[in-house]
């Protein structure tokens, strides 16, 4: 097991009894490639050699890197997406090339969590923007924000569940669903999809509505959030199948209170009643 902490990486292995230890700064990430290489999120990028125990470093001056590297992603390609507090990097180590995201709405936003769901499609979260979702194939970029119905603008943490997107923000827990467009079960027109957006917080039984990055989901199926001083533990959401009946108490016609009996009479009989 991998842990990255505030102020290095270890590597638990249960198996020996053994942790090792290597101070390389604060992580905010760490994965495994396909190859067996391990990628360090910390203020720029390291990809670690566990058996010659040795760091290489990729050079932060490769734009828009910034300051801190936030998320690491392996695409299907092979190659490596990076978040950071400047936009979206992406690494081919075959090809030894670096590029950015040159996106308008991608370019110089703080992005921090990324995933793919199991449809092939990226999300990104941001503070401030969001969360964008990319479609490399189609090269689309679409953003999701309090616009379009997400609790708040700051996305700390990304979790997909079943097709669902549960996005952990400033200010609850938002939950972005796909809508197929047509009938057809084709996986073809996968992506063929619009989205609706619902919120979560304190009015649904959260203690706090406030996030923390990294969150998880469990073999059973549910999730766990770190929100402010509160664990907090979930199952997916239901959807309310109760139809309240709707109860009129009054019509108004351009401003004017409409009746419906006599006013007059109505009144007389009021009148003398506490």
Known sequence: VWVGTGSGMNLIDSSKGTIKSWNS???????EDRKGRIWVANNGVLVF??????????????????????????????????????????????????????????KNAFCQEIIRDSRGLIWVGTYGNGIYM??????????????????????????EKEGKIYVGTGKGISVISPIRQNATTDKSDQKELSWTIKTYGKPQGLARVDH???????????????????????????????????????????GNPQYFVNRKWMQSKLKNID
């Open 25 to 31: 700064g604060s992580i905010l990430d760490i994965l």
């Open 49 to 106: 050699n566990e058996k010659e125990n040795l760091f290489k470093t990729i050079k932060r001056n490769q734009p828009p890197m910034g300051n801190n590297a936030n998320g690491i992603l392996e695409e299907e390609s092979g190659e490596i997406w990076v978040s950071s507090d400047l936009g979206l990097s992406v690494i081919d180590s075959a090809e030894k090339t670096f590029k950015t995201i040159d996106n308008d709405l991608v």
């Open 134 to 159: 990319l479609d490399v194939d189609a090269g689309l970029i679409t953003q999701f924000s309090v616009k379009e119905g997400l609790s708040d603008r700051v996305v700390f943490t990304v979790i």
């Open 212 to 254: 923390n990055p990294a969150s998880m989901l469990t073999k059973d199926g549910r999730l766990w959030f770190g929100i402010s001083d509160v664990l907090t533990i979930m199952h997916e959401p239901q959807d309310d199948t109760v139809v309240q009946v709707p109860q009129i108490n009054g019509i108004d016609l351009m």
